[in-house]
């Protein structure tokens, strides 16, 4: 019989040969530090769907030192869940360290993470990552002092249009007073 055209190769020396090690599946572990801490408030606030919650952080003096700065946020999440929330830290630092609270404002949407926030009733546990980033440079203005105020906002799309809609009735009402002191 003729030899085959495509013979099996011979296997490897035995000295040489080594086992490949079996499949394992890609897991992707959170390695994100959560402290627990209570839920302090939880008020409906004033449009429909839009709650403001303040969590408790007297007993977590490092997550609060770490907010140095407007423009920094962190995740949220109801205790032992995998889902969590990223919220700009609107209480400014030395207000959440007087408080000892870092309070939020969310619109509930059904079937979110934040809808799981907003059933929740003071004292309920849930938890907080570490502050993230650097936050806005405000020093970096042009000019700082021609500035008696700077705001910033900072908010999520379906928030935007709301706020907007707030910040100019009190910009026009602030511009029909200064009118009012000229005349």
């Known amino acids: 019989m003729p030899p085959h055209p495509n013979p099996m190769p011979s296997p490897p020396p035995q000295s040489s040969f ?3 090690p079996p499949h394992v599946p890609f897991v ?3 390695t994100t530090l959560w ?3 209570l839920l302090s408030q939880l008020v409906e606030s004033i449009a429909e769907s839009f709650f403001h919650i303040a ?3 007297s ?3 490092n997550l609060v030192e770490s907010h140095t700065r407007a423009g920094q946020y962190l995740q949220l ?3 032992n869940t995998l889902n969590s929330v990223i919220f700009a830290i609107p209480s400014p630092p030395k207000l959440a360290f007087a408080r000892g609270a870092f309070e939020f404002s969310m619109k509930n949407v059904k079937g979110s993470t934040v809808e799981a926030l907003c059933v929740l009733k003071r004292g309920d546990v849930v938890e907080l990552s570490s502050v993230m980033e650097n936050g806005f440079g405000i020093i970096r203005l042009d ?4 500035f008696d105020i700077v705001t910033i906002f900072a908010t999520r799309d379906n928030e935007a249009g709301f706020v907007k809609l707030k910040v100019r009735v009190v910009v026009e009402e602030e511009e029909e007073e200064k009118k009012e002191e000229i005349l």
């Open 18 to 20: 080594v086992a490949s």
């Open 28 to 30: 992707c572990q959170d």
């Open 35 to 37: 402290t627990p801490t």
């Open 55 to 57: 969590v408790d952080t």
């Open 59 to 61: 007993v977590m003096p």
């Open 77 to 79: 999440r109801v205790s």
């Open 143 to 146: 000019s700082p002092e021609k």
